[in-house]
């Protein structure tokens, strides 16, 4: 059996100061069923989560008490994708047909500040300055850099792209494209990485209706399928965010498990992919993200990026609504943006944006604290 | 009398006139963490001891951190008086990339594969007067390197 994404709806990213995470969540929610055509009271289950903006099953009292099964998801930057994976398991077990998945978020302005003894590590390591997802991005794309000769020129274009195509999405948070060298010369951050390179906390909201496929044509004529979601841990050795030492030998990265494992389930490889979403925390971590997860090799982005391969018109196409970097990143809601725009992508709604040729797969990629990623293919 | 104080019990050799990390290594696979654990995180095994990771290393990988990041940071500066510091993970000859603040704090004084000195130097005062101390790496000086 397989499942089916049969409604999409993204209340949109950015700042929303009127409105609480957990309305920004029931908005996209209502915007999904919409989309579906059906009411809250035909969800048999949902699954949601958000890190700063409360819990998931509390929109029950915005959208109706039903009594259906509600589960609150919490899983990191992967939260979304974990929420996803738990739905598609509900639908392939046969024991739903239709439910949804629900992210949202609002975090404080700034840097994230997350405390250590939530992550098992004593005072001393945030007391000291060592806990900040910054320079772990940082120094992982330092070394990348140094051990697979990408230069500081890969990193703008990464973000020039990102923020060309934010001004494309009606929905993306930075709509104002940059240039090379508003980019190239903005403050630096946290060597190598300047200010237009890293993403910012926002707020927003995504959710989508999932059906068991034998079904979907019941509510849609063109319902996409969910052909795989797979969530997975660090390796030990793994290189990772929140790490107070390091293993010698460097293991895969878990993004590279979830990956293999995803092309795997889906039984296709990432040759077949026409539009991918990979995570873009900041520039250097999509050009990682671009070799962890198949589709190229390691060093080769310098090369594909000056091409312009990764633009909308190019071969492989990354991150076609802006990414993390034009969205900005409410944790609970930024994989399943992912998810929505790839859906869009296939259905052929892309607008401005619209990938040509008419793609027919996609791929979903989020990583994150404190070692996880999460990866899902869709089809049409 | 105002005292030295680690800021953290065993990750350092305190006081000494040579410190040296303090790491734990499993007695089944031979890996080594730091801070010590009981708890092998690679084998799953919890026969791990104690030991000495050494003070010299050398720069694996390196950023510097711009801005006086928000609470759980806690030292004694202001926005005004924050200095932008080094950070990375040296690779120790105890078998382990150790992540620690860097004294060197411009990316021209900055390499990876550098050679890296231990330090321990006070990180902050206590409400009683008293150095705080925690662990640091500068680079090795010329004259030093061979020794
Ligand atoms: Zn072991």
Not at chain 1, 129 to 152: C, N, V
Not at chain 1, 254 to 281: C, K
Request: aromatic share 8%; with cysteine.
């Amino acid at each position: 059996m397989e499942v089916a994404i049969i409604g999409i709806g993204l209340h949109r990213f950015g700042r929303s100061p009127d409105m609480s995470g957990l309305q920004q969540g029931a908005a996209a929610v209502r915007a999904a069923l919409a989309d579906a055509g059906l009411s809250w009271k035909d969800m048999q289950f949902a699954y949601g989560g958000s890190q700063d903006a409360g819990n998931a099953d509390s929109l029950v009292n915005e959208l109706g008490l039903t009594s259906l099964q509600f589960t609150n998801i919490w899983n990191g930057c992967a939260t979304g994708g974990s929420s996803l994976h738990a739905a598609y398991s509900a639908i392939k077990s046969g024991q739903y047909d239709l439910g949804v998945v629900v992210g949202f978020d609002k975090h404080p302005r700034g840097a994230f500040n997350p405390q250590p003894a939530d992550w098992g590590l004593d005072d001393w390591y945030g007391e000291t300055g060592l806990m900040l997802t910054t320079q772990f991005f940082a120094m992982k794309i330092q070394r990348y850099m140094h051990d697979h000769g990408i230069s500081e020129d890969a990193l703008v274009r990464v973000s020039e792209k990102a923020f060309a195509n934010g001004s494309l999405t009606p929905t993306a948070w930075r709509q104002q494209p940059l240039s090379y060298a508003d980019i190239a010369n903005s403050a630096m951050v946290s060597d190598p990485l300047r200010k237009y390179m890293f993403c910012s906390p926002a707020e927003g909201g995504a959710a989508l209706i999932l059906c068991n496929a034998d079904k979907a044509r019941q509510f849609t004529r063109k319902p996409l399928l969910l052909k795989a979601a797979a969530v997975r841990t660090r390796h030990y050795g793994s290189f990772e965010v929140f790490a107070p030492s390091q293993a010698m030998h460097v293991a895969d990265a878990p993004t590279v498990t979830a990956s293999r494992m995803a092309f795997e389930l889906a039984g296709i490889g990432p040759e077949d992919v026409d539009v991918m979403q990979l995570q873009d925390t900041d520039s250097g971590t999509e050009i990682i993200h671009m070799a962890e997860n198949g589709f190229c090799e390691h060093g080769e982005q310098e090369q594909l990026l000056r091409d312009g391969a990764t633009q909308i018109g190019g071969r492989m196409p990354v991150n076609t609504d802006g990414g993390c970097l034009a969205n900005g990143e409410p944790v609970g809601a930024s994989g399943l943006r992912q998810v929505y725009e790839v859906c869009v992508q296939l259905r052929g709604e892309g607008g401005a944006r619209q990938v040509p040729n008419d793609p027919a797969v996609g791929y979903t990629h989020v990583y994150g604290a404190p070692g996880v990623s999460g990866v899902n293919i869709i089809t049409r | 009398m105002s005292e030295q104080i680690p800021i953290h019990k065993g990750l350092f050799t305190w006081p000494s006139s040579r410190p040296q990390l303090l790491g734990s290594r499993c007695k089944q696979c031979g890996e080594t963490a730091f801070p010590a654990q009981v708890d092998c995180r690679s084998c799953s095994g919890r026969d791990t001891e104690v030991v000495e990771l050494g003070d010299r290393g050398t720069l694996w990988t390196w950023t510097i951190q711009t801005f006086m990041p928000k609470q759980p940071y806690h030292s004694d500066e202001t926005e005004a008086s924050f200095r932008p510091y080094g950070v990375g993970y040296v690779e120790m000859p105890g078998g382990v990339r150790v992540e620690a603040r860097l004294e060197p704090s411009t990316r021209e004084q900055l390499a990876i594969g550098m050679p890296m000195q231990l330090n321990i130097v006070p990180f902050r005062t206590d409400a009683s007067g008293n150095q705080i101390m925690t662990f640091s790496f500068s680079a090795v000086e010329e004259d030093q390197a061979w020794k």
